[in-house]
DNA sequence: GTCTATAATTCGATAGAC
DNA sequence: GTCTATCGAATTATAGAC
């Protein structure tokens, strides 16, 4: 289907050009003509690769969610399937927010126009994700069913939860302050060990004495903090 | 500054309209005839109340801001200020959530469509913000003097992670599910004491052992998941 | 104050030259 | 394949009657 022959690479260049645009910009801050000069072109030249606008921002928004499917699938296979789960939750979570973060426009794009989108468009590509809903499923409910989580929560809920704190990054992210693999950690972090301290009335303790910590690439650290982090947006309300 | 006299209520019901129709549509899709005729006028005689869209969105996502705030500080406040920091933050969670989910259109809206605005607006409003996120941060830090919390964490990211998990809940919350309330019991017990079952190799154990779980309102519950909650977004990607 | 026009602009999309 | 030129629809904003 990916001919890499001739000039079907400029259809390519186009994706490329809308998937950055829209991850900028939102959707209803660009227009074709936005567009088309990003892609060094006139904007009359788009219609002889896309039948309309919409057909060209689903086709980014499809791509964006196929890249975050594939580089959090993979990254938990690579694991092997006797894996910890809950190191493969770790991995998914890493994986997914460096692709958002740091690797694809599309997806990152997909994130921030989904909300905005025409109707048909938007209820399409919700059909799509329910695949990646249910890979994500699939992950807590088998570090569910190996006994290492809690059980007084509702899988769906943490499963949405988690998302959330995930795919809002990209509105708060800067390049300047952590790297996508400390945001991971943190999140891993919290939402795994918790934030209390383990014994709050005790002594210093060793610094991972739960669970399941050991395997991050890397730990969260305060480091970083008082340099050029004070950026863009502490997101609120 | 806000008269109760005469028909400055206009001005309120075309605000209630607006804010209605962004959190319902987003920003993209509203026009000024849509929040016209929710508000039982002509879209020209918006402009008798505000000169222009902008101003009229501008509004609409101040007082979203506003309106979390207040919630907000006040939740914490009727708690005294000696109350234990993370029976604090849990009350902030609760009224944050419960506000843009189930009281506030304004909330919401403000939400759904800040990423879409024109820059200008955008600017302003993220500096109204700074605000807010600083009410969150010395939350965390009060949290952390008292020496509740684990220490190598970063709390700005922290902060960022947890709101991302709450503002994101606009984009999947379905009244037919979890109420606003349960979900912020599900994301405390996330956050504060993790997913990790705390003796993973032990028996069955009591079910709050660690520390600040008796406080909430309501404990989380896997009840209800069988039923209506199979909904809306399952947002992945 | 609210209405009915309508001006002015923007933007997606098309037509046709090259 | 890419361009220029332009149409047509939608939408913000204004003018003026009532």
Redo the contacts between chains.
Sequence with gaps: MNDESKSSRTRQRILDAAAACFSEL????VNLRRIATRAKMKAGSLYYYFDSKDELVEEVIRV??ET??RATRRAVQVLGPDADP?VKLRAAIAA?LTT?LAESDY?SA???IL??LPEPIRKRH?ER????????SSLLQR?AAS????????L??????????????V??YSPDG?TPG??AE??S??????????F?LGARHA?DT???RREGKG????A??ARG?RT??????
Tied chains: 1, 2.
């Design positions: 939102g959707y209803a801050g964006g969610l975050a499917v809950i997914h958002i997806a997909d994130l921030r909300a905005q919700m994700q329910r695949q990646y809903g249910a890979f994500w570090a006994g290492r989580l809690r059980r007084d929560l509702n769906s809920v943490v499963r949405m939860l988690l998302l959330g704190a995930l795919n809002w990054s509105e708060w952590e400390e945001i943190h999140l972090a919290m939402i795994l060990d918790g934030l209390l301290a383990k709050t610094d739960s669970s399941g730990k969260p650290r305060s970083r903090s982090r863009w947006r502490d997101r609120g309300s």
